[in-house]
């Protein structure tokens, strides 16, 4: 067996199958051992007690997959076209919503594009020892990624690529096969701040360090409770996770649109009014986000985050009967709707200096068509 032959003829496969790039590496993550170890001591991972779990499987993917000796690990853009960043971010009637989640769920697609690359191997070799993975397990997916080659880690911690930026999902085929392994990158990032200091909330405590517990994702995402007014009023229109970091990247001004249509903005969507969609039940909302990465987080959850932005948004009289309209479903709903009616009749707030200067860079920084 010519394994150079077969990493090769991997990578081409990759291609095919839609992935923009394909990278090898081994299984030693020791050097990530201290980094994760003080991070989860920390508490930097908030609420997410599944972070605490598993330390072992994180760190030897050997022991997550037995036999596993290699990592095929993949990239799939999904900046998509038409996702309307600064007309989002500089209207605060409109949702913000991560342009990840613009579209369908990228697990399952992910997933199974991997499992075609693994049938496109066995074709070649016969049976093999293989398991896909895309965010469904233990995995350090960007410290692997960015060993096989396909960036380095900014100081925003996502995973960076000097023509691509940083708009693309990561996968990971762990395989029972000694493929020769690529060569990491050179990490670009130099002097440059910009996602440090345009982070709304802060989160970003240092280099490569993210306080989960401040960062907007986090809050809209994996946090059910109740937030901090401090953080809730910083985090303006954003409903479903937070693009600011990536935004200000001078390397995401080369990022390439995805080729996924299911990546493209759903029409349910594109009526982004924050008081439209506060007004959905939930089962317009289980409707509207059916193949989506949204509706995991609830409707409930849906509402909360809808409540924070309109807190945030101008004041008048059909906002306030809006969310007087969801008052009494349950306890943390009530809070942040009690709260958000409060801002509104003390001071309309306005757009933040930093908000200003994020929304200039947007406009002269992305592709066009973006």
Not at 21 to 32: E, M, N, Q, R, Y
Not at 297 to 312: C, K, S
Request: glycine share 8%.
């Amino acid at each position: 067996m010519n394994l150079q032959y077969l990493a090769e003829q991997i990578k081409i496969w990759g291609n095919e199958l839609g992935f923009q790039k394909i990278g090898i590496t081994d299984v030693d993550l020791s050097s990530h051992e201290e980094g994760l170890k003080s991070w989860v001591a920390h508490g930097y991972h908030g609420s997410m007690e599944w972070m605490e779990r598993n330390e072992d499987k994180r760190l030897h993917p050997e022991k997550l997959h037995p036999g596993t000796l290699r990592v095929i690990s993949v990239r799939l853009d999904y900046l998509p076209p038409e996702a309307h960043f600064a007309s989002n971010l500089s209207d605060p009637t409109q949702a913000y919503i991560s342009r990840y989640a613009l579209g369908r769920d990228y697990h399952k697609l992910m997933r199974n594009k991997l499992k075609h690359l693994a049938k496109k191997i066995e074709d070649e070799l016969g049976e093999l020892n293989y398991r896909p993975f895309v965010d469904s397990a233990p995995v350090l997916e960007r410290p692997l990624a960015e060993k096989a080659g396909l960036g380095w880690t900014g100081k925003h911690s996502l995973l960076l690529d000097e023509d691509a930026g940083s708009w693309f999902f990561l996968g990971e085929l762990l395989i029972g096969l000694p493929l020769p392994v690529d060569a990491p990158v050179e990490n670009q990032c130099g002097k440059c701040r910009s996602c440090i200091t345009s982070c709304p909330t802060g989160a970003i405590i240092e280099e490569g360090v993210i306080d989960a517990r401040k960062c907007i994702s986090y809050l809209t995402i994996e946090y059910d409770g109740i937030i901090d007014s401090k953080l809730s009023d910083a985090m303006g229109n954003r409903i479903y996770g937070c693009d600011d970091c990536q935004l200000v990247c001078p390397f995401n001004r080369h990022a390439k649109l995805t080729q996924q249509a299911d990546f493209h903005r759903r029409e349910s969507i594109k009526d982004s009014n924050l008081m439209t969609l506060f007004s959905w039940s939930e089962q317009e909302f289980l409707k509207n986000f059916e193949g989506s990465a949204i509706r995991r987080i609830g409707h409930l959850q849906w509402l909360r985050n809808l409540a924070i932005a309109l807190g945030n948004s101008v004041y008048s009289d059909e906002a306030i009967m809006t969310l007087e309209s969801k008052l009494g479903l349950c306890n943390v709903l009530d809070h942040h709707i009690t709260y958000a009616i409060e801002r509104l009749k003390s001071q309309p707030p306005l757009t933040s200096t930093k908000q200003q200067r994020l929304i200039r860079i947007v406009q002269k920084g992305l592709p066009r068509d973006a």
